[in-house]
């Protein structure tokens, strides 16, 4: 079964158990998810003329749903920072149960360890040297790990071992 499958499963029980937390956020991933295949529909109807092949084309693949799952946790994550600042302890729980709801259908995350290691496979591969070859190993890290780490463990990783190169 798809992820996409999976959260339509999960929204319909909820809707059946009457569980409003878990119906707001699959709808609003559901709702994500639609957003990011209009905008790749609207930029593949520019070279494509066929419609059922515009159409076919539009859907997301499996790693770009999970990518828009990822992206919502990431809001969620924010969110949270941002409410303990403000002292908002409601709101903080309220993104805490909605990020919990998130987090069973993200893919499993790598931990830092594993990070470094690959991080350290794509210096030697790119021939980095310093700070100023952040941006070569970024780019081939997020290819081969997008979804599997989050964006800043690795940026965090990238510029430690980078600053003893």
């Known amino acids: 079964m798809s992820l996409r499958e999976q959260i339509n499963n999960d929204l319909k029980k909820a809707q059946q158990e009457k569980n409003e937390l878990m119906l707001l956020v699959l709808r609003g991933i559901n709702a994500a998810i639609k957003n990011k295949e209009i905008e790749k529909r609207t930029k593949l ?94 780019g081939a890290l997020m290819l081969k790990l997008k979804g599997k780490a989050e964006g800043g463990v690795v940026s965090k990783v990238v510029n430690e071992l980078l600053r003893d190169e």
């Open 45 to 138: 109807s520019k070279e494509e003329k066929n419609i059922e092949k515009l159409e076919k084309e539009s859907k997301l693949i499996k790693e770009e749903v999970a990518g828009v799952v990822m992206s919502e946790a990431k809001k969620r994550k924010d969110a949270i920072e941002e409410f303990k600042k403000g002292e908002r302890q409601d709101l903080v729980e309220k993104e805490e149960k909605e990020l919990e709801i998130l987090k069973k259908y993200l893919p499993e995350q790598m931990d830092e360890e594993q990070v470094k290691e690959e991080v350290k496979k794509v210096i030697e591969e790119v021939g980095a040297v310093g700070l100023q070859d952040t941006g070569k190993v970024m």
